[in-house]
Each structure stands twice: as C-alpha cells, then as structure tokens.
C-alpha cells in the first residue's frame, strides 16, 4: 500500500504549529500516512552554491533537527492527549538553507509528496511581501495540492478583499437558532432572493444508529 505523505512546512511561529497540527490531523484520516517537518533558514550565511561544509554548518544543522525534533514531540504528544493516539506511520524532521518556498517545494518534489501543509498571515500590500510570499510561492511552484492555515478572521476579511463582507452576525445567528434551516437574516434574504443554494440531501441519525437521506428544498 502506497503511504500518503504529507509536507509540513513550521517557522516556529504560531501559525507554524498550527499547520504542523493540521498536518497530524490529516494524517489521522489516512491509515498509511507519513509526514516530513521541515524548517528552512533563509540566514545561514553565504549563498547555498558558495556554502563550505564545515564543522560550523554541521552543528548548526544538527541543532536545527534537534530542535524541530524536540517541537514535533510536543505537538504529537498534546494531540494525543486531546485527541487520541495520532496515526501516523512516520515522521521525518528536514533541515534546510536557502529559499524557504523553493526548499519547502523541493521536499515535496523529493519525497512525491500528496500535500504540503503550511501556514500564513494572510496580509496584503506592503505586508504580504514579507509575510505571504513563502506561501504564495509554493502555491505556485508545488507538485501538488497546498492547504494553506491560516487564523480565522470575520472582522477583518473586508481589510483583506474589499468585496467581500465579514460574516453577518444576524445571519449567523438565525442559522444557530434554527439549526440551518433558515440560512439568512431578514436584512439579507431579500438580497440574496436570486442567489438561493439548495441543500441536497440531509444526514440524520436514525433510530437504528444509521444514517438516512432526506431531499430539502431550495433555500432563501
């Protein structure tokens, strides 16, 4: 059986721990799953070309692995303890210099990876040039699919894209109160009259302990 593997790419930053989350929890849903961890460090010195392999570099890099390492032990261990034993068949920590998005995309290559797994900050402008362009590269370099995390924001979504609006908190409210079956507020429904969705089929538990479809109509 062919294993699933999966790229996690961690920064140490929060959102680096949440995409290495991401990761294991995707890993769970798979019964032959292997994940590769790896940290890229664009500021070892000299260019990758020009790099001598010394004694320097060496314990560098091998304190680089040790720390990872010692980070992927964490998360493993607080998900099993919140969630259950992960199931992941292996986990390999990668180090590496030089471009952190061409790199992380290498690894993908190198192992023929399934996804990569990584987080951003989601920011625009000036500040998506530093903070979004590892992941906006990959997404455009990678061989594969790339599930990009990132913090979930409802008041700042119209800062990110002007035409979108942030959730309504009335719309969201009626859906809570009647579990889905009214999907917008009265200021909404008329707006959204001729963009209806339609739930096709509905799952509800059924006295047997199974599952049985229902056809719902279209929805305001």
Known sequence: MSRYIIVAAVDYSELGGAALDAAIGLSSLHTNSEIHV???DPKLGAPKEELQIGDDAIAHSVAALDRLEEV?????ERYREERGQPQVARLSTHFRYGTPADEIVQLAADFNADVVVMGTHGHTGLKRLVLGSVAENVVRKAPCP???VR???????AEVVDAIEPLCEDCHAVRSASNGATVWCARHAERRRISTHRYTYGYRNAGDGGSQSTRLGARG
């Open 38 to 40: 790896i940290h890229v």
């Open 72 to 76: 992927c032990k964490a998360h493993l």
């Open 151 to 157: 913090p979930k924001q409802r008041a700042e979504v």
């Open 146 to 148: 790339v599930w990009v």
